[in-house]
Nanobody, 126 residues
Framework: VQLQASGGGLVQAGGSLRLSCAAS??????????MGWFRQAPGKEREFVAA????????FYADSVKGRATISRDNAKKTVYLQMNTLKPEDTAVYYC??????????????????WGQGTLVTVSS
């Protein structure tokens, strides 16, 4: 499974962005249970942002983005989206999409994911 993230860019505080992550590879349906977004700010460790159970559509969010982020998917396109609103300078980071087969208790952990995209940079100016 290959993941291609896109949609990052420079945005002013209070603005919005939609990130996309397109999956490819014939083994996607048999190997992916959950898709998630993580981010890594300069000088910080990578952290969980949001996840979606691929078949059921259940969603999970980090407290830091709850109410401002929405994760969604397009089954036919094998694409997951992350809509981020009311962006803050502290949202500045490289955003990574990931896919895995883990159980729900690991949805917010990097250890739960097998496949990773290359990352897309989001910069929020104050």
């Amino acid at each position: 499974v290959q993941l291609q993230a896109s949609g990052g860019g420079l945005v002013q505080a209070g603005g919005s962005l939609r990130l996309s992550c397109a999956a490819s590879g014939g083994t996607f349906s048999g190997n992916v249970i959950v898709m998630g977004w993580f981010r890594q700010a300069p000088g910080k460790e990578r952290e969980f942002v949001a996840a979606m159970k691929w078949r059921g559509g259940n969603t999970f969010y980090a407290d830091s983005v709850k109410g401002r982020a929405t994760i969604s998917r397009d089954n036919a396109k094998k694409t997951v989206y992350l809509q981020m609103n009311t962006l803050k300078p502290e949202d500045t980071a490289v955003y990574y999409c990931a896919a895995g087969r883990t159980i729900q208790s690991y949805y917010s952990s990097e250890d739960g994911y097998i496949y990773w995209g290359q990352g897309t940079l989001v910069t929020v100016s104050s």
